[in-house]
């Protein structure tokens, strides 16, 4: 197996390579001065199971990874497998109105063209998967963050809202704690307040998680008012941090104790690593394919 990575995602790539114990190749990658892309995989050929480690975000890495995906198909990869850590596009996954284009589908569609199997991690839609035609897997990130808070004195774990109430319930249970998810609770006719639905946090150290924070909107709402209902500590932990704009900058001085990210997009507080999770993946599917073979 051959590990290659894309400029968004070469410190994954490489210890990626390091759990596997194999060949890591980084695809060189500059910009004409049109602003085209180049890039190039050195050395003579393949010849063997090729990993792609790139992201589909920003833009311009979406045309990296075709053309890294062109050139390791010339150099004779025996297989493609796209290691896709932040899948860009994943929120657009379907019209909301009329004359919208169906932006995830087109990102599957042309990613297809040269890989044997797509490998994203916490995809923000796992329906977006179901456009590739060759086999898919979206890997949690749970047991890594999970891991990683394991001896930090978190108390409780919460989602920001209900629609990530199971990520919640992932991490919480896989660090022996309790869980809950935030909501929006009616005081009165004119009061509404956001707090914890089932538990009460004063004097916790809770860790809330996610999978994105872009501007960082969510999880500021919500630390503010836990740190209201006399939270002791909030630590922040996402899959995906996209930060736009100066969110760190926002997030770290605003009442949030802790805030990191994996290292599906890299950053100043990407300090989890999903490598493991990845490698994991892959030694399982090479095993699945060798006993096939057998
Ligand atoms: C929403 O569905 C996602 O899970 C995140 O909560 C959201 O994308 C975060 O965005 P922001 O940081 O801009 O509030």
Redesign the pocket.
């Known amino acids: 197996m051959i590990v290659i990575g894309g400029s968004t995602s070469r410190d994954l790539a490489k210890e990626l390579a390091m759990i596997l114990e194999c060949k890591c190749i980084l695809a060189s990658s500059t910009r004409f001065p049109d602003g085209e892309c180049y890039t190039r995989i050195e050395g003579e050929s393949l010849n063997d199971d090729v990993v792609i480690v790139q992201n589909t975000y920003p833009d311009q890495s979406i045309i990296e990874m075709l053309l890294i995906q062109d050139a390791a198909k010339r150099m004779g990869a025996k297989s493609i497998t796209l290691v896709i850590p932040y899948f860009g596009y994943a929120?657009q996954d379907r019209i909301f109105k009329p004359g919208e284009p169906e932006s995830a589908k087109v990102m599957a569609k042309h990613l297809d063209l040269a890989c044997d199997r797509v490998i994203t991690v916490d995809i923000?839609k796992e329906d977006v998967l179901k456009n590739f035609k060759c086999p898919t897997k979206d890997l949690k990130a749970s047991g890594a963050i999970a891991e990683f808070f394991m001896d930090k004195g978190i108390d409780i774990v919460l989602a920001?809202?209900a629609?990530?109430a199971e990520r919640a319930k992932d991490v919480g249970n896989r660090m022996g704690l309790p869980h809950d998810h935030l909501e929006k609770i009616r005081l009165s006719g004119t009061e509404v307040k956001i707090a914890p639905a089932n538990m009460d946090c004063d004097g916790k150290n809770v860790l809330i998680v996610?999978?994105?924070?872009?501007?960082?909107?969510?999880?500021?709402a919500a630390t503010i008012q836990l740190k209201q209902a006399g939270a002791k500590s909030v630590s922040v932990a996402?899959t995906h941090g996209?930060f736009?704009g100066d969110?760190i900058r926002r997030l770290t001085g605003n009442n949030i104790d802790v805030l990191l990210c994996c290292n599906t997009l890299e950053s100043e507080v990407s300090n989890i690593s999903v490598a493991s999770t990845v490698a994991d993946e892959l030694k399982r599917t090479k095993k699945k394919r060798l006993l096939r073979k057998s």
């Open positions: 929120r923000h920001p809202d629609g990530a996610d999978d994105i924070i872009a501007t960082g909107g969510t999880i500021l996402c996209v736009t969110a």
